[in-house]
């Protein structure tokens, strides 16, 4: 078994009501077991398009689907909940964006898939909830809190469990 994180986010719909579907579509589909969840958080948007916020966390699961499958399955149920990636502005609006940050210490480069994450480091919102649930986790030789504590975190909020 492996333990992968996967950074959950989206800004159009119930999308806090979506990570709970998704994370319990992911479990059951996969026969993966959910290790660790971070809080919701409201992050500004990134990527210079005018949209409303975003929610954002990360989990951590152990699974023993391989890389390659665990991201088409990640694939499928940003389908599910209507994401199109072919059709989609990037960095744009979406009802459920799943990427996939790290398998283990796994380093893939190929033209579907990077691992770890190649623009983990760059984004607060991603690292914020990631320290949450691994704040001493070292991916590619680099300690996640710290990196973390290089970036602004300007405009980033936890948000209160859902009731």
Request: hydrophobic content about 45%; charged content about 25%.
């Amino acid at each position: 078994m492996a333990e992968a994180l996967i950074a959950l986010g989206g800004n159009v719909g119930d999308v806090r009501r979506s990570f709970e579907q998704a994370i319990s579509d992911l479990c059951r589909t996969t026969q993966s077991r959910l290790l660790a969840r971070s809080a919701d958080y409201a992050t500004p948007p990134w990527g210079g398009v005018d949209q409303p916020p975003f929610v954002n966390a990360c989990i951590a699961i152990e699974t023993a689907l391989a890389p390659r499958p665990l991201l088409s399955k990640l694939h499928e149920i940003e389908k599910r909940f209507g994401r199109d990636r072919s059709r989609e502005t990037p960095w744009g609006p979406r009802a459920l964006d799943l990427d996939l940050l790290a398998y283990d210490d796994i380093v893939v480069d190929e033209p579907d898939l990077t691992l770890p994450h190649p623009r983990m480091f760059e984004r607060a919102f991603v690292l914020v909830p990631l320290v949450e649930i691994a704040r001493n986790r070292i991916i590619a030789g680099r300690g996640v809190a710290e990196a973390l504590a290089r970036l602004a975190t300007d405009g980033i909020e936890r948000m209160p469990p859902l009731g």
